[in-house]
């Protein structure tokens, strides 16, 4: 039995449709700017909501004419551009559910998820993307057919060009009434999410999931037709794909950054007013600030300490003054308004989601002036259950739950949600469902969390073993593991890296085996202890264990290893009485050496 803890106080949120939201921004904003494309460093090419509307009219004469119907699937394997999102809503005003697909994942990973999906077509960006769908289309009955956003030269393929090249059907009245005449408990969408045994599942979400998101979150959060964004995180993960229809329907002007690569040049570019984030990217900018050296350090450390006094002060509902508040304006001059800058320099909140965020990330941006809003949330609930604003903001917690949402703590800790959020179901599972989803609608999270007086949510675990990067990212342990473990020079091995930037594994080795190439490369040794960190072997090891990953997505491979002298047992408390690994105890007892294994890392970004 769980007890109430905590219901949202807000105006309830009212039943809609993402075709719905479409069209009242394509009628409030007109030739307002929708979407903006890097295409340079020194040139944006705008796209308005009246040219978005004639694009997705064409779209969507391309999926009928193509003899996609009302309730098909589409997939989208793509990086994030214009074509995504137009693609998207033409999926969606032509009533076939759409299927987004990370561009990382390798071609088996693709071969499952058309497979079960039965995609009938594939959006994909380029070259890259279509070989890979006709790899993994080897392992299906039937070849969808692929759309190309860029040329390529890659057979049987139709460029985007060319699908877009028809005339609508009907004026834009008929192809409106056909669009809205989706219902909002419709299934708009299937997101497929790793689970335990490290073969996905579809979510699916329905049109009123996600629409309600939308609302809820624009209850709370003040976006609007002022304000711009800059879009990427992927849109195969339900957080960047539903705050950007969040940003298409209140007037806030989408754009698409070149690359993560050029992510930092093209912020300055763009210049955000909002902009949505994972943990992962407040953390190379902190690291950035932070690697300076010599007087520059000194200079850092100094400004630290000052906003550091000055966030204690506001988190309080003060301000500082005197000498303090010189102090600051000194420190916001020569240090803090850089770190402004870099982010585009019209920055007026972050929104954090998709994994924890570091209290003490969010305090430092917090006392330079950069508030990030953390939030909490998972595919299952379109996303968002609950998020900081800047009226109710905690640090350390990811806030209050959003309008119509319900927020219960079980006996056990863990975190039940209900609400119009809640997904439909998995795709094709239905005992799955049920097992997380009760008969009065509670979706059981498998977190960990407690709720305070005021409402405010905090995360304090992991109900199950799946391993939440930084990024976001859900990594199943099990697979990688369980293949590491077939190599003769491994005795025993667990993944660790949850709430880290990547995964890493602790590995027993195979002594004998080790030992035995260890003499033949003429390394010397006085102790197991001397073997293991011994260079040579180390990076032995992490090249036999971490080749044997390819067929695994980049960010479900571990980065860095650390080699045990002592195997897990049952006396030292490490394996039940089963022999299975006890994460939590391992993850303890080791947690000063997981620590010097991340801190070990060089910073990755320069700011």
């Given at each position: 039995?769980?007890?109430?803890?905590?219901?949202?106080?807000?105006?309830?949120?009212?039943?809609?449709?993402?075709?719905?939201?479409?069209?009242?921004?394509?009628?409030?904003?007109?030739?307002?700017?929708?979407?903006q494309?890097?295409?340079?460093?020194?040139?944006?090419?705008?796209?308005?909501?009246?040219?978005?509307?004639?694009?997705?009219?064409?779209?969507?004469?391309?999926?009928?004419?193509?003899?996609?119907?009302?309730?098909?699937?589409?997939?989208?394997?793509?990086?994030?551009?214009?074509?995504?999102?137009?693609?998207?809503?033409?999926?969606?005003?032509?009533g076939?559910?759409?299927v987004?697909?990370?561009?990382?994942?390798?071609?088996?990973?693709?071969?499952?998820?058309?497979?079960?999906?039965?995609?009938?077509?594939?959006?994909?960006?380029?070259?890259?993307?279509?070989?890979?769908?006709?790899?993994?289309?080897k392992?299906?009955?039937?070849?969808?057919?692929?759309?190309?956003?860029?040329?390529?030269?890659?057979?049987?393929?139709?460029?985007?060009?060319?699908?877009?090249?028809?005339?609508?059907?009907?004026?834009?009245?008929?192809?409106?009434?056909?669009?809205?005449?989706?219902q909002?408990?419709?299934?708009?969408?299937?997101?497929?999410?790793?689970?335990?045994?490290?073969?996905?599942?579809?979510?699916?979400?329905?049109?009123?999931?996600?629409?309600?998101?939308?609302?809820?979150s624009?209850?709370?959060?003040?976006?609007?037709?002022?304000?711009?964004?800059?879009?990427?995180?992927?849109?195969?993960?339900?957080?960047?794909?539903?705050?950007?229809?969040?940003?298409?329907?209140?007037?806030?002007?989408?754009?698409?950054?070149?690359?993560?690569?050029?992510?930092?040049v093209?912020?300055?570019?763009?210049?955000?007013?909002?902009?949505?984030?994972?943990?992962?990217?407040?953390?190379?900018?902190?690291?950035?600030?932070?690697?300076?050296?010599g007087?520059?350090?000194?200079?850092?450390?100094?400004?630290?300490?000052?906003?550091?006094?000055?966030?204690?002060?506001?988190?309080?509902?003060?301000?500082?003054?005197?000498l303090?508040?010189?102090?600051?304006?000194?420190?916001?001059?020569?240090?803090?308004?850089?770190?402004?800058?870099?982010?585009?320099?019209?920055?007026?909140?972050?929104?954090?989601?998709?994994?924890?965020?570091?209290?003490?990330?969010?305090?430092?941006?917090?006392?330079?002036?950069?508030?990030?809003?953390?939030g909490?949330?998972?595919?299952?609930?379109?996303?968002?259950?609950?998020?900081?604003?800047?009226?109710?903001?905690?640090?350390?917690?990811?806030?209050?739950?959003?309008?119509?949402?319900?927020?219960k703590?079980?006996?056990?800790?863990?975190?039940?949600?209900?609400?119009?959020?809640?997904?439909?179901?998995?795709?094709?599972?239905?005992?799955?469902?049920?097992?997380?989803?009760?008969?009065?609608?509670?979706?059981?999270?498998?977190?960990?969390?407690?709720?305070?007086?005021?409402?405010?949510?905090?995360?304090?675990?992991?109900?199950?073993?799946?391993?939440?990067?930084?990024?976001?990212?859900?990594?199943?342990?099990?697979?990688?593991?369980?293949?590491?473990?077939?190599?003769?020079?491994?005795?025993?091995?667990?993944?660790?890296?949850?709430?880290?930037?990547?995964?890493?594994?602790?590995?027993?080795?195979?002594?004998?085996?080790?030992?035995?190439?260890?003499?033949?490369?003429?390394?010397?040794?006085?102790s197991?202890?001397?073997?293991?960190?011994?260079?040579a072997?180390?990076?032995?090891?992490?090249?036999?264990?971490?080749?044997?990953?390819?067929?695994?997505?980049s960010?479900?491979?571990?980065?860095?290893?650390?080699?045990?002298?002592?195997?897990?047992?049952?006396?030292?408390?490490?394996?039940?009485?089963?022999?299975?690994?006890?994460?939590?105890?391992?993850?303890?007892?080791?947690?000063?050496?997981?620590?010097?294994?991340?801190?070990e890392?060089?910073?990755?970004?320069?700011?």
């Amino acid at each position: 039995m769980t007890t109430l803890d905590y219901v949202s106080d807000e105006t309830p949120v009212p039943e809609s449709t993402l075709t719905d939201l479409f069209f009242e921004a394509v009628d409030r904003f007109g030739d307002g700017p929708a979407f903006q494309r890097l295409e340079s460093e020194d040139t944006i090419v705008d796209i308005s909501y009246d040219e978005a509307l004639d694009i997705v009219r064409r779209v969507s004469a391309g999926l009928s004419g193509r003899g996609i119907q009302r309730g098909d699937r589409i997939a989208i394997l793509s990086e994030n551009r214009p074509e995504w999102a137009l693609a998207d809503y033409a999926g969606l005003c032509s009533g076939v559910i759409v299927v987004p697909i990370y561009p990382t994942l390798t071609a088996s990973q693709l071969a499952y998820i058309l497979g079960d999906s039965e995609a009938r077509l594939v959006f994909v960006s380029g070259k890259e993307q279509a070989e890979k769908v006709f790899e993994a289309a080897k392992e299906l009955p039937a070849t969808p057919l692929v759309v190309t956003f860029d040329p390529t030269d890659v057979v049987d393929t139709v460029p985007w060009d060319l699908f877009t090249d028809v005339e609508p059907e009907g004026d834009v009245a008929e192809f409106r009434a056909r669009a809205l005449a989706a219902q909002p408990h419709d299934v708009a969408t299937v997101l497929y999410t790793s689970g335990t045994t490290g073969q996905p599942k579809g979510v699916m979400l329905t049109h009123n999931n996600v629409a309600s998101n939308v609302r809820g979150s624009c209850m709370i959060l003040p976006i609007g037709v002022d304000d711009n964004t800059i879009s990427f995180l992927p849109l195969s993960h339900i957080l960047q794909r539903m705050v950007d229809y969040l940003f298409f329907w209140t007037g806030c002007t989408i754009g698409y950054p070149r690359s993560l690569e050029t992510l930092i040049v093209d912020l300055k570019k763009l210049e955000p007013t909002v902009v949505v984030s994972v943990p992962r990217i407040y953390e190379k900018i902190y690291n950035g600030v932070m690697a300076a050296e010599g007087f520059k350090k000194k200079l850092i450390g100094w400004a630290a300490g000052v906003a550091d006094r000055v966030a204690d002060l506001r988190l309080e509902g003060k301000k500082a003054g005197g000498l303090l508040a010189f102090q600051y304006s000194i420190a916001d001059t020569l240090v803090f308004s850089k770190v402004k800058t870099a982010v585009g320099g019209r920055l007026r909140f972050f929104v954090s989601g998709g994994g924890p965020l570091a209290p003490t990330l969010n305090r430092f941006f917090y006392s330079i002036g950069l508030t990030i809003l953390e939030g909490y949330g998972l595919t299952e609930t379109s996303p968002v259950t609950n998020v900081n604003t800047e009226e109710n903001f905690r640090i350390g917690t990811v806030g209050k739950p959003i309008p119509s949402t319900e927020v219960k703590i079980a006996p056990d800790g863990e975190i039940l949600i209900r609400g119009p959020q809640v997904m439909k179901g998995y795709y094709k599972k239905p005992d799955l469902t049920a097992q997380v989803i009760d008969e009065d609608g509670w979706f059981a999270t498998g977190d960990i969390g407690e709720i305070d007086a005021d409402g405010f949510l905090s995360i304090t675990d992991r109900k199950k073993d799946i391993i939440v990067t930084a990024g976001g990212k859900n990594v199943a342990p099990q697979p990688v593991e369980n293949l590491l473990a077939t190599h003769g020079l491994v005795e025993q091995v667990v993944m660790v890296g949850d709430r880290r930037k990547h995964p890493s594994v602790l590995v027993v080795p195979a002594f004998g085996p080790l030992e035995s190439w260890a003499r033949g490369e003429g390394i010397a040794w006085s102790s197991r202890e001397d073997l293991l960190s011994n260079k040579a072997v180390i990076a032995h090891m992490e090249s036999e264990l971490f080749g044997m990953l390819g067929a695994f997505a980049s960010y479900e491979q571990p980065k860095k290893l650390a080699l045990l002298a002592e195997e897990f047992t049952v006396e030292n408390g490490m394996l039940t009485p089963t022999l299975k690994v006890k994460r939590r105890v391992v993850q303890e007892q080791l947690d000063d050496l997981i620590d010097r294994l991340y801190s070990e890392e060089a910073p990755d970004c320069d700011v």
